[in-house]
């Protein structure tokens, strides 16, 4: 009975973190939203990166080995990790500047979408009939979101920044997910990305330099810390329950960006926007529930 009561409070602690870190990333997307485009995406990378360094320090600590944490076997696919991370910041960052906040974070959310195609493509996955109608209707969404010339009024470039973004982070999940069969800790993947993160990003910001204003300032280390927060309660999301139980928690983050956008732009989302929304949430939950199933058989 006990062992019972210990694990859904386990599961309830779960959830209660992702939901946090889904709020956590909502304010960091508004907080780059309500830069307005002011400051080049590499500055903002930078400060992002730099920012959470401090805020992940006891993450470090909390570790076992210490700072011994950061020793690392494979530089290489450390360098991969954080060519692609950036590729996904950029994308995500450029999104928020120019889109509505709710439809630049969903189609963020195609990232297992990429995922599943990269897996086939070149992994050697078989792609059976249903998460193959899942990956199909997730992009219907992504089609019923944008509505290329079909009077969405979104910035495309925008929109396919984003959908390139997602293509970076479904990389960069694939050399997360390389790197921890080799035996890398959370720990160093989490820090040493933000650290050569900002190495790269600043030597990208230097010839784009804007000067910050106080409130700019303000907004970016609000980023860069309320990221770092997002990234500590996921990892202790995920040490407390099943990806099964958590990964629809994730999704709660369109919700927080929805409001945000509402409350603070005025942005609402049409009724064909909504339904593009709800394909592409839909269809992702069904993804992470196959691709946990086909773990949990192998």
Known sequence: MSSTVTQAGARRRGILCVLGAAA?????????KALDGEIPVAEVMLCRNLFAIPALLPLLL??????GALRTRNPRAHAERTFWGLVGMAGAFYGYAHLPLATATALGFTMPLFLTLIAVLFMGERL??????????????????VRPGGGAGLDLLAAGGVLLGAVGWAMAMVTIRRMGDAGESGVAIVVWFALSAA?????AAVPVW???????????????????????????????????LLAPFEYSGILWTALLGAVVWAEVPDAAAFGGI??????????WYREVQLGIRR
């Not at 909390?62 to 700072?67: L, W």
């Not at 059976?128 to 979101?145: D, N, Q, S």
């Open 24 to 32: 956590a990333f909502g304010m960091a997307a508004a907080c780059v």
């Open 62 to 67: 909390r570790a076992p080995e210490g700072f």
């Open 128 to 145: 059976r009939w249903r998460r193959g109608l899942a990956v199909a209707l997730g992009f219907c969404g992504v089609l019923v979101v």
């Open 199 to 203: 190495v790269v990003a600043g030597i």
């Open 210 to 244: 804007v000067p910050p204003s106080a409130t700019q300032w303000a907004l970016l280390a609000g980023c860069g810390v309320v990221s770092a927060l997002g990234q500590v309660l996921m990892t202790a999301a995920y040490r407390s329950g099943e990806a099964t």
């Open 278 to 287: 709800a394909l592409l949430v839909g269809s992702g939950i069904y993804i």
